[in-house]
């Protein structure tokens, strides 16, 4: 049974960062891509970061590009979003997930396990 377990959320000033986490378990995590989405209130699901398995690939959503940053630790099945000049449209329930595959996507509905998601809110 595959398990993502986000941590890191909580409340910042704008220009301010974070560190989220998700840690996997179960599977074998360096075989599969990663990545990061988020749901703000009224708004849909949309793609913030995607890595691939080995952690040389990544790709960003064009509103967080140079400011955030998607890495992972295989060793500790784990993957991380580096939050910085953060602001307050950034503000949403920020989940982790894996792909069903090693390769980056960016849509939604070509990962397989989600995370139950931490909360970011970003006040002005």
């Known amino acids: 049974q595959v398990q993502l377990v986000e941590s890191g959320g909580g409340l910042v000033q704008a220009g301010g960062s974070l560190r989220l986490s998700c840690a996997a378990s179960?599977?074998?995590?360096?075989?599969?891509?990663m990545g990061w989405f988020r749901q703000a209130p009224g708004k849909e699901r949309e793609f913030v970061a995607a890595i691939n398995w080995s952690g040389a690939g990544t790709v960003y959503a064009d509103s967080v590009k140079g400011r955030f940053t998607i890495s992972r630790d295989n060793a500790k099945n784990t993957i991380y979003l580096q939050m910085n000049s953060l602001k307050p449209e950034d503000t949403a329930v920020y989940y982790c997930?894996?792909?069903?595959?090693?390769?980056?996507?960016?849509?939604?509905?070509?990962?397989?396990?989600w995370g139950q998601g931490t909360q970011v809110t970003v006040s002005s």
């Open positions: 179960g599977g074998t995590f360096s075989n599969y891509a």
């Open positions: 997930a894996r792909n069903r595959g090693s390769l980056i996507y960016i849509e939604g509905r070509k990962y397989e396990y």
